[in-house]
């Protein structure tokens, strides 16, 4: 079973910055990973994702100001969130991949979940 630990949320005024990172157990295989959230009240939704060959895509609302990024070497994902807005107050969610694939911001490409950190952005 894979593991998933998210760190790194936080309080942030809007226009600053945050850095999520997650640390995954899974140190055989190269998962495609995924960044996802989830407000009060909403349903969760995709954030950005990389796939097995590093190629990453990312939904409307965060292009141009989130960056997803995986360091195989550490077992890890980040996501680093540049000029936030209080409408990206959620849980985020670290997800991972069973085997080798492109990735997707699509919740049923992922087999395994973190249990989220929080991050809340003030305005």
């Known amino acids: 079973h894979v593991q998933l630990v998210e760190s790194g949320g936080g309080s942030v005024q809007a226009g600053g910055s945050l850095r999520l990172s997650c640390v995954t157990s899974?140190?055989?295989?190269?998962?495609?990973m995924a960044w996802f959230r989830q407000a009060p009240g909403k349903e969760r939704e995709g954030v950005g994702y990389?796939?097995?060959?590093?190629?990453?895509g990312y939904s409307d609302s965060v292009k141009g100001r989130f960056t997803v990024s995986k360091d195989n070497a550490r077992n890890s994902l980040y996501l680093q969130m540049n000029t936030l807005k209080a409408e990206d107050s959620a849980m985020y969610y670290c997800?991972?991949?069973?085997?080798?694939?492109?990735?997707?911001?699509?919740?049923?490409?992922?087999?395994?979940w973190g249990q989220g950190t929080q991050v809340t952005v003030s305005s």
């Open positions: 990389i796939g097995s060959a590093g190629l990453v």
């Open positions: 997800a991972a991949g069973r085997y080798y694939c492109a990735g997707s911001l699509l919740e049923s490409s992922y087999a395994y």
């Open positions: 899974n140190s055989y295989r190269n998962p495609c």
